[in-house]
């Protein structure tokens, strides 16, 4: 109605016309613009008189400016579309890569993708620290470990979108390099989050073979398996990989969604289960408590070191974090980190009902007696093989292994997206379908060469926590400081300058105890032997 208005002025001067046929004009146009307020959506009482009035020229009133150089709807500078458009930064490449080829993603996908990818294996071995570090000690670690480490997600999940740059860092090591800069940030986040993504593929394939060979022995029996020739433990690895393998050829991340819903439920079952099943038998006759205290003092405090480095392997996925919000849709209203974070809070309060218990209760079952290699799983089979009925022993194994094959899924998806970025970076379109089953199913049995030439990767838990443990509990920390930059000496930069320096402290002193418990205390080495 205003551009109506200016566009059909009321003329200069008013002489009074005969009665015509023709229909007077609509009372808005025939107002003068002095008087017309579009703003508002009540009449002007006096709009009547003064439209009957001689007044030769109209009054001059500011008024907003109608026409500008650029479109109306990118003037204001918060505009919701301006925003938008700054944060549409994005590499072309992203719409060819698997991580990013899909963003349709939503709080759900990154409960499952977080549930699957956080817990697994790895909590099978907690109550093995606390042979070491005893009742209270090992309960005051594991909780400061899951709120430390639930505080740095946090921090990667607000730094995943940059307004100030105008980034959606899609990748870990992508936010390492735009923090530290190109080469160290590769320096120091390329290493840790490559090896774990393939180290976890690795022990997934020992874990899932070797569960798989579990399984078939406790469905088939003793006496039919004694007169058929089993396969052997090289063997199973393969069927593991086969099936990962095929599993593997889903497009992209947010195509697993189901798989890493699969994985999550198959993580809660089995744990629960194992937990479950130890304390209902009772604790075994002769459990002690007291932690365990062997050789010189120096030895002592190693193992106390290598106890810390199983409880941080058993909060991994923040090398995924990054990857599983960048499938979300972000807008000004809805921007990803809040359905991000509302997806990692269940996911996380499933993880603690499902690591507590397993850590305590194992504990509480066993004592001094669980097995270092292998931990609750092994314990099970060993100590209530005859004392627990057959079907549930095998749906133990069986949810170990669904899981396990879930897993391989988006832990691989790093590599997956890795090697396919080579290709389209080098060639300039997307990666053709028959060569990524090829490089999907190179690295697969590249797993599976590593998991048979080095079977005892898994008993080296407590070296790969401290190898891990930055990409979880200290680069987060600095990362913030980098990008943020908090006020000098607030609360922000004291807790996340601690938390950092910390956490590199106690990465190198993980690393140096999980080395030396390995050549003091010795593992079992069979290279192309697995058991």
């Known amino acids: 109605m205003a551009d109506a208005s200016e566009i059909n002025p009321a003329p200069p001067t008013t002489v009074p016309r005969a009665p015509s046929t023709r229909p007077a004009p ?91 990818s956080g817990i697994g294996i790895q909590a099978l071995v907690l109550p093995v620290a606390f042979t070491i570090l005893g009742w209270t ?11 430390w480490q639930l505080y740095t997600l946090w921090l990667l999940i607000q730094l995943h979108e940059s307004p100030e740059t105008g980034m959606r860092y899609n990748r870990y090591i992508q936010l390492c390099t735009a923090a530290f800069g190109e080469r160290l940030g590769k320096l120091l986040g390329l290493f840790p ?50 099936g990962a393998v095929a599993l593997s050829q889903l497009p992209n991340l947010n195509s697993i969604a189901g ?147 879930s897993s391989f899924q988006i832990y691989g998806m790093p590599m997956f997206d890795d090697m396919e970025s080579k290709y389209t970076s080098r060639k300039k379109q997307p990666c053709p379908w028959w060569l990524r089953s090829l490089f999907r199913a190179m690295f697969g049995f590249g797993c599976f060469f590593v998991a048979v030439a080095i079977p005892f990767l898994g008993s080296m838990a407590g070296l790969i926590g401290g190898v891990a443990l930055p990409v979880t509990l200290a680069y987060p920390c600095f990362m913030w400081l980098k990008m943020k930059k908090p006020k000098k000496y607030s609360l922000m930069w004291w807790l996340n300058w601690v938390l950092g320096t910390l956490g590199l402290l106690l990465s190198i002193l993980l690393i140096a105890a999980g080395v030396y418990v390995v050549i003091d205390t010795g593992i079992e080495v069979s290279f192309f032997k697995p058991h």
């Open 259 to 405: 798989v890493s819903l699969i994985g999550a439920i198959t993580a809660i079952g089995y744990c629960t289960s194992i937990w479950v099943v130890s304390v209902a038998e009772g604790r075994l006759p002769g459990v002690s408590y007291n932690p365990v205290k062997t050789g010189t003092r120096f030895q002592h405090v190693n193992s106390v070191l290598n106890a810390l480095g199983i409880i941080a392997f058993a909060f991994r996925g923040h090398n995924l974090i990054l990857e599983i919000q960048a499938t979300m849709p972000s807008s000004e209203k809805l921007p990803a980190h809040v359905p991000m974070w509302k997806g990692v809070r269940v996911s996380y309060t499933l993880i603690a009902m499902c690591l507590f218990p397993l850590a305590i209760g194992g504990y509480w079952a066993y004592g001094h007696l669980i097995p270092a290699n292998g931990g609750m799983l092994t314990a099970l089979y060993h100590f209530h093989y005859r004392d627990v009925s057959r079907s549930v022993l095998g749906l133990t194994s069986l949810l170990v292994i669904i899981n396990a094959l």
């Open 193 to 242: 989050i490559m090896y774990l993504s393939g180290g976890t593929c690795v022990a997934l394939i020992i874990i899932g073979g070797s569960t798989s060979k579990l399984f078939y022995q406790i469905v088939c029996g003793t006496t039919a398996c004694a007169a058929k020739t089993p396969l052997t433990s090289v063997e199973w690895y393969l069927v593991f990989t086969c």
């Open 137 to 147: 000690w090992g309960i005051i670690g594991l909780t400061l470990a899951f709120i």
């Open 26 to 116: 609509p009372p808005p146009i025939s107002c003068p613009p002095s008087q017309f307020n579009p703003t508002t959506d009540h009449p002007n009482p006096n709009a009547g008189a003064l439209t009957s009035s001689k007044t030769p020229k109209t009054p001059k009133t500011p008024r907003t400016p109608r026409l500008s150089l650029t479109p109306r709807f990118l003037t204001p500078l918060g505009s919701p579309m301006r925003k938008a458009l700054r944060l549409t930064k994005l590499d072309p490449q992203d719409a060819w890569l698997p991580i990013t080829e899909s963003r349709n993603g939503n709080k759900y996908y990154a409960a499952f993708h977080t549930l699957c």
